[in-house]
């Protein structure tokens, strides 16, 4: 009796669907569409998908960030204040010391990539948790923006932006608007899609994307074989950073000003967005895809329940409900898929 070769199985289309780590996101955000649809016609308008995508799209930049380096196996907690901080940098430089917007986001951008790189040199030579690490950078960043804003300003905002240098071009490539259907989004929205679709190429085409899921799911295992771990998961903790920095250029150009608080809390969001998108807590499993289709989730549920006249106070109560069921959801399938790998 001949076995085949289990690689040469064909695995059914119903199989694949199940195994995939976006499919219960995808699920959810059918269901929730429905229901906020059926709660307000404006909702479900152009206008009300206008309106909500563009919370979406700022949130699911940071999202797949984030589920990148949940893949990876780490966490970065500070990622939240992070944008306020590249926010702050950007504006305080363009209005209180005469820096042209984009040579402010220029720099704002280094002290991102710096901040990250340290958050995973920290991490892979002391061997600590990055959930420690990125707490303890969380900290010194809201202590260092509260600090230096009031000796700067004598207050907690800066603001300005709009008249600076550049100002008018570099709001219109991040902040602006495009018209379709006769209804304008946000560009930022546009950026959300790209950040989606390059990581997702980097995690299903490339080496890299090998070496993510590797170091995630078995780090010792990855570095027997090869994979420079130490490397990737510093990779990863700048890639974060780069979005924060990204996400808070866009909201200083659209609000022409930043609070020094601007971002605290906002980690939380950011990884229950990429938990409800797939991504295990512990590592090696996840997809950018997912994330962003968790960004949706969220923008929707914020939107929707304005638009339906509720208390908006509901929202956080949707939050913690999404994310226990989405973390019973992906676990789920993630035992799923290691049985039908057998």
């Known amino acids: 009796m001949t076995v085949a070769d289990e690689r040469l199985v064909r695995t059914g289309l119903a199989r694949r669907l199940l195994i995939r780590p976006e499919l219960g996101a995808a699920v959810g955000a059918v269901a929730v569409f429905v229901f906020f649809a059926s709660q307000s016609a404006t909702f479900r308008s152009i206008e009300g998908v206008a309106n909500w995508l563009d919370p979406a799209s700022t949130l699911g930049i940071m999202a797949v960030a984030i589920a990148l380096l949940m893949i990876g196996g780490e966490f970065d907690l500070s990622a939240g204040v992070l944008t306020g901080t590249t926010g702050l940098i950007m504006v305080l430089l363009a209005t209180r010391y005469g820096f042209a917007v984009w040579t402010a986001m220029l720099v704002a951008l280094a002290a991102a990539l710096v901040i990250g790189f340290l958050n995973g040199l920290i991490v892979v030579r002391t061997k600590l948790p990055s959930f420690i690490v990125t707490l303890g950078t969380f900290l010194m960043l809201q202590g260092a923006n509260l600090g230096v804003t009031k000796a700067l300003t004598g207050t907690v905002q800066v603001s300005g932006l709009r008249k600076a240098e550049g100002y008018e071009g570099a709001r219109a490539v991040l902040a602006g608007t495009v018209s379709a259907g006769g209804t304008d989004f946000r560009v930022a929205i546009l950026w959300w899609l790209g950040v989606t679709a390059l990581a997702t190429w980097v995690l299903m085409r490339t080496r890299a994307g090998n070496w993510i899921f590797a170091v995630g799911g078995d780090d010792q295992a990855a570095r027997a074989v090869g994979v420079p771990a130490e490397r990737t998961k510093i990779a990863l903790f700048m890639t974060t950073a780069a979005a924060a920095w990204l996400v808070g250029s866009i909201l200083a150009l659209r609000f022409t000003s930043v609070q020094a608080n601007s971002g605290i809390g906002q980690e939380f969001v950011y990884i229950i967005a990429a938990v409800i998108g797939g991504c295990l807590l512990t590592g090696g499993y996840g997809s950018a895809i997912g994330a962003a289709i968790g960004a949706v989730i969220f923008g929707m ?23 226990l069921l989405a973390t019973l959801a992906n676990r789920l399938v993630r035992r799923y898929a290691e049985e039908a790998k057998r």
């Open 301 to 323: 549920a914020d939107k929707g329940i304005v638009f339906a006249g509720w208390d908006a106070d509901w929202f956080t109560f949707f939050l913690g409900a999404m994310l």
